[in-house]
């Protein structure tokens, strides 16, 4: 009988190149006839910063599913361990730890207690960050602009000190840096924000020049507006204001703390040997509008 609107093809008939498509019963007797597929970070040890909630939560969490050991870092040493119990609830392996990112003593035990742990660092994703008060540049404060600096751009400088330190050692390493779509275009009313988050291209460009040849990747990825609760806050349950949101990025709609972790985790896999000094804009054609 021909296919008719009321008789629509299976999904498992022929497509249009002949191919048949893969059923789920199929899928199932592939991933047992191949066991031992491993995940995209198996066996590797992640720092994960602002691993709390978020992006860096979103990650912490893939990393894990994907078989890395992580050490999620955050201020917020209770959301993180809560992040931690359920990552081992999973099946998989995480630690949390303390640091306020800002302190050089902090930073240098972050290092120090991951390679206690686990005996090396692998890969590090140096996420936190804040995401600052909207205003014109004449209203903008020293203290706000310090601050600023000191979490969104001098932290990740001594993140990258102390873990480019054991990867030199160890011949082998990966870094991502989270900067911002305001990491290549200016974003209005935040000028400090936008100053940080292009210092941090600046740190990934230099520090993938200087440890190429040493076996160290370094990389950065740019996310566009993300739904995370700093912007679940400045939604404020509104949709007219998530819409408004949405129509700033190329694709319409924001992106998900997942979409980003994705590109980071892929980032610091084996898949990615050959990407290092990259920034990866990950924001569904935004900036290149
Ligand atoms: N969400 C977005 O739309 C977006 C867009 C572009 C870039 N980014 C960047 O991505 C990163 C993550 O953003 P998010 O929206 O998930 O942030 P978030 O505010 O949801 O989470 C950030 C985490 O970092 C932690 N943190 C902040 N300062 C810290 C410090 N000094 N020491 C230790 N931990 C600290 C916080 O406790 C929190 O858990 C940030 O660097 C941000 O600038 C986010």
């Known amino acids: 009988m021909a296919d008719t609107p009321s008789n629509p093809p299976s999904p498992l008939d022929p497509t249009p ?32 910063t602002g691993a709390a909630r978020g992006i860096g939560e979103a990650a912490a969490r893939l990393f894990a599913s994907e078989g890395a050991a992580v050490m999620v870092v955050d201020k917020d040493v209770a959301a993180a361990e809560a992040v931690v119990k359920e990552i081992r609830t999973r099946g998989g392996e995480a ?10 003593a902090d930073v240098e035990a972050m290092v120090l207690s991951t390679v206690h742990a686990y005996g090396r660092v692998d890969c590090a994703f140096n996420n936190a960050g804040i995401s600052g008060r909207f205003g014109s540049f004449l209203d903008l404060t020293l203290n706000e602009w310090q601050q600023m600096i000191s979490i969104n751009l001098t932290s990740v400088f001594l993140c990258m000190k102390y873990e480019l330190a054991v990867m030199a050692v160890q011949g082998y390493g990966v870094i991502v840096n989270a900067s911002s779509s305001a990491g290549i275009v200016g974003a209005p009313g935040l000028p400090h924000y936008t100053a940080a988050k292009h210092g941090v291209l600046g740190l990934t460009k230099c520090a993938a020049q200087e440890f190429a040849a040493k076996g160290v990747r370094v990389n950065a990825v740019l996310p566009g507006t993300t739904r995370t609760p ?6 404020n349950g509104d949709p007219a204001v998530e819409q408004t949101l949405g129509r700033s990025v190329g694709r319409g709609f924001l992106g998900e703390a997942s979409e980003v972790a ?25 900036t290149n509008r």
Do not use: Q
């Not at 190149?17 to 031992?36: D, H, K, N, Q, Y």
């Not at 040997?273 to 990259?278: L, Q, R």
């Open 17 to 48: 190149l002949g191919i048949p498509l893969v059923g789920e019963e199929t899928s199932e007797m592939m991933r047992a006839a191949f066991p031992l597929r491993l995940g995209l970070v198996e066996g590797k040890v992640v720092i994960v």
């Open 95 to 104: 630690t949390a730890f303390d640091a306020d990112l800002t302190t050089e």
């Open 230 to 235: 700093t912007i679940e806050a400045y939604i």
């Open 262 to 286: 994705e590109a980071a985790v892929w980032l610091c896999s084996d898949r990615a040997s050959f990407v290092s000094g990259a920034t990866l804009a990950v924001d569904g054609a935004t």
